[in-house]
């Protein structure tokens, strides 16, 4: 399992944490903690096939997850230049990527992270939180993840998140900007939709 995979499995859609993790002190961390026990609810539930967890999460995460917010952040200062159509497409075709490339995995491992929440280290700045955790996976490798949200009415949204620094978006961006240039926007709509792009 490489790190975003493990990220993937503290946030919706693929969240997990472990049942003794350290109590919520902020709205934005009371929210995550719901977030992961509905999630983990529907991950350890023997009754559902894999595909039916995925749907089912997936659906739940939608309303946590800012696929557009996440989209513009990964394509960077071409973003400016797509269409209205041109960014539904690719949000779209960006969630299913993702998804299709994480989702397994994350599964797969969910039975056994465990997870410490930070909360000495959460920073804010103006309304953008950062809420950061400790993973530990089932090899007992470990990783530093923050989740970087915003409010949005009675809710906390997650726009990016970051793996001991390394934040997801950033480094989708520089394969998207290398699509655009060799391909221009549609052609790299299509390479999303076709799942082309390396895994990170």
Known sequence: MNR??????????????????????????????????TVLKIARNTSLSE???IKQIESYANRYLDYERISAMAVGAPWRNFSVKQKTDFIAAFKDMV?????????????????RLLPNKMTANGKRLDVFSELQTKNG??????????PAGSIYKIYNFRV??????????????????QKGIDGAI???????????
Request: glycine letters at 2%; a positive charge.
């Open 141 to 150: 490798k470990k990783y530093e993840v923050a989740y970087q949200l915003y």
């Open 4 to 37: 975003f995979s493990s990220a993937l499995l503290l946030a919706a859609p693929f969240a997990v944490i472990a049942p003794y993790a350290v109590a919520a002190q902020h709205p934005a961390q009371t929210q995550m903690q719901q977030n992961i026990d």
């Open 190 to 200: 299509a390479a999303v939709k076709a799942k082309s792009l390396k895994k990170q």
């Open 99 to 115: 998804v299709s490339m994480y989702a397994r995995s994350a599964l797969i491992g969910a039975a056994d992270a465990k997870v």
């Open 164 to 181: 001991d620094g390394a934040s997801l978006v950033t480094i989708y961006r520089n394969q998207f900007n290398e699509l655009i240039k």
């Open 51 to 53: 595909a039916q967890k």
